[in-house]
């Protein structure tokens, strides 16, 4: 049976509480991100400082997770986040949920603070709080290392130096570079004095049907290898994407003041500097690169993030920047946007070396690795940096014209979001500020997938035409519910129907999947119906802390500022046509008009038990 | 005759050899309850598939005092009646191909000529080949090489 447990833990009162989740709760968010939202809603006060004993901060695996089904390895890291004050979710691969699941929990809850540095153990269905004294101040691979050799075999979940000195975009970090990367939930853990989760566990996930799930997943497997994106995926990874947005002109470069960047960032460029393709627990599509220089990566958004937007074409210099971000458990995303965003705003003369003390220019690999060592320590100017978005308050309200954020996260899709208009919608509506994993209808960026494909997926009257603001909420409205129900399940959005590939693990795989594990019979409807709780739900804690029509906006640059190369030359977002389309997805969502969920439905979920 | 290969060097870590195998054996997902195993460790980035041989003379056969492992077309079986589980085969093998846990003692089977993990890996890290053909590929690969090195 699917009975893992919940373990509670409480760090001020040294307290271990294990509970179960019921079977009813679990039907209507299934796990993952799905439950760990519905409990953020229902544990957060609303208006606490994230950094404050009061925060909650929720380890959940998918309900999928740990199983035969391909890909599933995912859990979700949530909290309320340090560096946008709203919702705080981050998704993860690794091998990290898969053990957990193993030592017989779904999901880990840890509220308090520790008096002391301490670290969680989870070994077969136990849980005990202990001193991490040895373990503070160390870096994300050492401290993994150190607690192998003391506990065994063990898989880590930590946070580096960056969380214990309260870094708002620090990262958890698991193995060599997986990361629940997003909203600096690695310094809730450094607010919490906690420095690592260790895990081991020797029980399996017992399955309802066994014969039925290796059927299912034999024909699965075949259905996704088959296709050529799996293949490409699993010898380039997600550098492929670089050379895509890059032709088209929409690689966020130097701080978005350019949108096209150097070819020696492609693919076929850091393909050289492979060592070995390797996966996550159960992953069948290993798009994870292990690189010569020590660590692992880069992903798409270091190149993007690190490379073009710092003004860095050496690819043997990013992927020691996304390395020396891996070691310092800082989020690259954040990373590569604060740093691009203080150069322009030091070239622009909207501050100066009072702040910076000293001078900043694009293009210069020594200055960028410096600063993340400063950051990761809040060092001098690092402790500037380290505040993220937040220092729109000390830089001045000019400084926000050219901040490439929503919600005051940065973005962290390397692809400039001028030119597809559906991308710009799913930033600006993502429950937690600007981010491409929420709800990113990547279909779109193929320029050439015919009009009856697209229908098919989305719904009718999708125009073939990125560019075209026409039904647009219906692709990010169709990508957010079923990126929010496979995040529950805990199977890679890689694998997920419209994220790659128009094919994939669609709501009638789902279906199938969740039948053979579980035993439960569910409909594709029943399914989309989880995703569209999961966006309410998560709505509703972002509304609660103050989130409504007014923050569902873009960076100023992409309204007034047309894009200066290759094709995408020219556009840029109208505010007319996208308050439009706002109005537009608002109404498919059932929200009001000011984007707020409406009370009956606020009513509804908050009944749920 | 057919038997088990691995290649190290396509293994990517991601055991859903060892998840099949627990599965079909035992109804349960669980690496650590599997007739293969996959040493991996990231950090010191290698990926190695353990899994049983099929040896001509295997020491658990060998030294089992129940005399509970017979060879039955090529594969070396264990009979559960017959077995005490004291555990001697899994502390000798060579290769550290028997799995110990929970009670249970687990070796591979070959799934009666179906083996699960090499349905379920993506890479091609774990073959099941004919011994001959197998030894003629690389062989012919290996010739291959010496005549471009040699040109």
Redesign the interface.
Known sequence: MFNGKLGVIDLSKNKVTIKQTSESLKKKFFGGRGLNSYYLYKLIKPGIDSFSPENVLIFGTGFLT???V?NSSRFNVSAKSPETGILGDSNCGGYFA?ELR?AGFERLIIKGKAKNPSYIYVNDNKIEIKDANDYWGIDT?DV??FLRKDLGQVEVACCGLAGENLVRFACVRT??KNAAGRCGLGAVMGSKNLKAIAVRG??????KY?EE??ET??HL?DYI?NSKITSILGSVGTPLLYEVSNTLGAIRTKNSQLNAWSVTLNAEEIEKFV????????????CRH?NMLGG?GPEYTALGLLGANLGIKDPAKVIELNNVCNELGLDISSSGTILSWVFELYEKGVIDKKITEEELHFGDFELAKRLLYKISRREGFGNILAESTKNVARFGEKSKNYLIAVKGLPQSDPHDCRYIKAFALGIATSSRGADHLRSRPTLEIFLKLPKEVKEKIYGEGIPNDPTSYIAKEKTVYFSDNIFAVIDSLGICKFICHGFNSPHFVDYTWMKKLIHCASGWTVNEKDLENVGKRIIDIERMFNNREGVSRKDDSLPKRYFDDPMPLNLSKGHHIDRKEFDKLLTRYYKIRGWTNDGLVKKERVKELEALA | MKYIYVYPEKCTGCRECSIACSLAKFGECNPKKAAITIVRDEFNRYEFPIICYQCEDPVCLKFCHQNAYKIKDGVVIRDEDKCIGCRLCATLCPYNAVTTIDDEIIKCDLCDGDPKCVKYCSTGAIQYLDETEELEKRRKKMAERFLEIKN
């Open positions: 740990g199983t035969l391909p898969a193993y691979t993994q290392q193995g060599v020797t029980q399996g996930i017992k399955i066994p799930m290796l997943v034999e497997k290898m060592e070995k393709m390797i996966g996550c627990s159960s992953c069948i599509v290993h292990r692992e």
